[in-house]
């Protein structure tokens, strides 16, 4: 076949993306709907708090609350991780090797077919996973990798605040299931990084944005509505598991560089709002203090009233004691 007969199917392969990313934008936005569709019908939203110094077991008593199966099974799983940053003498600022590993191990057990870590780290992303240890994690489970900062780009557009759209990867269009395995810390700029802020300020590439991540397409600064900002990725890229644990959790100074903690505790849920509502109670932290999960619980992404959440395990009451335990040496 001749150059010139191929270009037919050239042609056809890129309609096929295009029509395959179309399809998948519709699913994200029907989950994101049937989140504000489940609130409106009153359905309860479970955050399953646990505790124990094996990360192994802790995670695995959290998510026995929620239904692996229904979420993962036959589908396209992306982890993603905390990858912001290490050096050689500090890898506390992102998700450690066992946490990773425990998290995979979870969820192989309820059938994906493909299971993805995806990640968009501040450094060289697969340097960030290498030095930490979760790249080994990785190749030991047989799991894919991606590194979403690189070319190509993508335009989605957001519908909330003032960046009107964001250039991502075209990989991070077409996960099926997406997972958020965050650290339970403190940011500097966002008050609190939990699962909505793991998500947001990993997407949007940085290979466009530059390292670190500043300009917009239209010469905004990404930075300006930092929190609408966030709002509008996980409304555009719906979290459909969030995990967060205290393995370590950060405090005083953060993303990187504050007092880490080992606390063995996991924060699980689907609703991820309604998990960084809780993560942020642990830290210190109202909602009322936290403006981009004022703008998540506005735009009707999860529940954010601590009332109405379901807490199978520790009560929040409980968790808050033994975190400030771990953390301060006291109950209270």
């Not at 994101?32 to 110094?53: M, Y």
């Not at 959440?309 to 808050?320: D, G, I, K, V, Y």
Request: charged fraction near 25%; charge should be neutral.
């Amino acid at each position: 076949m001749s150059p010139n007969d191929s270009r037919p199917w050239h042609a056809f392969d890129r309609i096929r993306r295009r029509l395959l990313r179309g399809r998948k934008q519709a699913e994200r936005t029907l989950r994101s709907g049937l989140r504000r569709v489940n609130r409106g019908w009153g359905r309860i939203s479970t955050v399953a708090i646990t505790q124990d110094d094996s990360i192994d077991v802790a995670t695995a008593a959290a998510l026995r609350h929620f239904d692996l199966r229904r979420i993962v099974e036959g589908k396209r799983v992306a982890i993603k991780p905390n990858e912001t940053w290490v050096t050689d003498h500090d890898l506390t600022a992102v998700t450690q090797p066992d946490t990773l590993q425990a998290l995979v191990r979870q969820l192989k057990q309820a059938g994906p077919r493909e299971i993805v870590v995806t990640g968009g780290a501040g450094q060289d992303t697969e340097d960030v996973l290498r030095r930490s240890g979760m790249m080994a994690v990785i190749e030991a489970e047989g799991l894919s990798f991606i590194d979403h900062n690189k070319a190509p780009f993508v335009e989605v557009a957001l519908q909330h605040g003032a960046v009107a759209s964001v250039m991502v990867n075209p990989a991070v269009l077409e996960y099926d299931a997406l997972i958020a395995l965050s650290q339970l810390k403190v940011h500097q700029s966002a008050t609190v990084t939990l699962a909505l802020k793991n998500v947001a300020m990993s997407y949007p590439a940085a290979d466009y944005y530059g390292h670190p991540r500043q300009f917009s397409a239209d010469g905004g600064h990404l930075m300006d509505n930092l929190h609408a900002f966030i709002a509008a990725m996980v409304q555009a890229f719906p979290i459909d598991l969030a995990v967060t644990v205290g393995n370590p959790a950060m405090v005083g100074k953060g993303p990187i560089g504050g007092h880490a903690a080992e606390t063995g505790l996991v924060i699980a849920s689907e609703d991820a709002l309604a998990a960084d509502v809780v993560g942020a109670k642990l830290l210190g932290f109202n909602i009322e203090a936290v403006r981009h999960l004022q703008d998540a619980a506005a735009l009707g992404l999860g529940e954010p009233d601590l009332d109405k959440l379901r807490f199978p395990e520790l009560s929040l009451n409980e968790a808050c004691a033994r975190f400030m335990e771990r953390v301060y040496g006291r109950r209270d």
